[in-house]
């Protein structure tokens, strides 16, 4: 069975979580487990590879929490506001697993150069699935790229994310902000003309 | 005088983004200068303070870039319009710095955990003056707290930022992009009402 994988990887966010990528030890992870050093060798064969399967299957579920929540909106527009709130609900949910993803993952040599970005990929084209849904609507600018339109959107989210984890987390509630941050991007800064 | 101390921070910020910070050797750093090995520490204890000293001077440099070109301008609105082209202009300009700010100083363990941020603070806090100016002058919305929106446009630039890096910079025109960016952030992606 894939117990133990699965036992190993929460010990690993956790472990990450609380001692940084860089100083955290396999043999630590294996503890926090409660398996032994070797049988970690049994299903990773690095720090490395361990961090990168936390990626994967948490963006998966994370991916699949987005879309169940989503699901239920008719417009693109709606589930672009229900995204951003999943978005950032997940970040306050899982404070360690955030900061995995918004500080460690980005001090790996490996994540960085040679993880080919797929599960990254696929939140970013949901994102843009939804962009299109709202052109095609009418709700949203045809004269934007949605390339460009997801990038900006997931970029804002990212800094709001890291900036949460960096001032120490729990501090304030990113969940609040993210009608504000799905206004700004909807509707943009400036005042509309009455 | 400082000239090899400048000369050292040039030959990083080139071996840094051709070798990446973590593969990248001090004696190679020292050999691009043109200097002898030991001459390197006369000016930085290691690896990663040559990184960081980039990072500061290149922050600064850029700072008084956008401080002049945005100064030309007076309203918040037209100042922010112009920050975002000079931000991408200067990455574009820039594109080995660039490959440094976007990918490498994240690796740095050093940097993310114990640089206090107060380069990258200062730019947010540019941003924020543009933005209360903006809400004083009445064309930016009130509504939103200032903290929050110069964090969403940062965070747009950014990744796009890091999205031309990553896909072999020079492909497309990443200034192009620049006035689309300032639309998104300050007419959002809804259509308007006519």
């Known amino acids: 069975m894939n117990d133990k994988r699965e036992r190993?990887?929460?010990a690993g966010v956790n472990v990450f979580a609380r001692r940084g990528f860089y100083s955290a030890k396999v043999s630590e992870i294996a503890r926090a487990a409660g398996v032994a050093d070797g049988t970690i060798y049994l299903y990773f064969r690095n720090k490395d590879e361990i961090l990168l399967s936390i990626f994967e299957q948490e963006m998966s579920r994370f991916i699949t929490v987005v879309e169940n929540e989503t699901g239920g909106e008719e417009s693109g527009l709606d589930k672009i506001r229900k995204l951003v709130r999943v978005h950032l609900g997940f970040?306050?949910?899982?404070?360690?697993?955030?900061q995995v993803f918004q500080?460690?993952?980005r001090q790996s040599?490996?994540?960085i150069k040679e993880y080919d970005g797929s599960k990254l990929k696929?939140?970013?084209d949901l994102i843009g699935k939804f962009i299109k849904q709202g052109q095609r609507e009418g709700s949203l600018r045809t004269d934007l790229p949605p390339g460009l339109v997801k990038r900006s959107l997931f970029g804002a989210l990212d800094e709001i994310a890291t900036h949460w984890v960096l001032s120490g987390g729990r501090k304030y509630d990113i969940e609040q902000s993210a009608d504000q941050i799905a206004d700004i991007f909807?509707?943009?800064?400036?005042?509309q003309p009455k």
Request: aromatic share 8%.
């Open 8 to 10: 190993i990887l929460k």
């Open 103 to 105: 500080l460690e993952l």
């Open 91 to 98: 970040v306050k949910k899982n404070p360690d697993l955030a």
């Open 186 to 191: 909807i509707s943009g800064v400036a005042v």
């Open 122 to 124: 696929e939140y970013l």
């Open 109 to 111: 040599n490996k994540f």
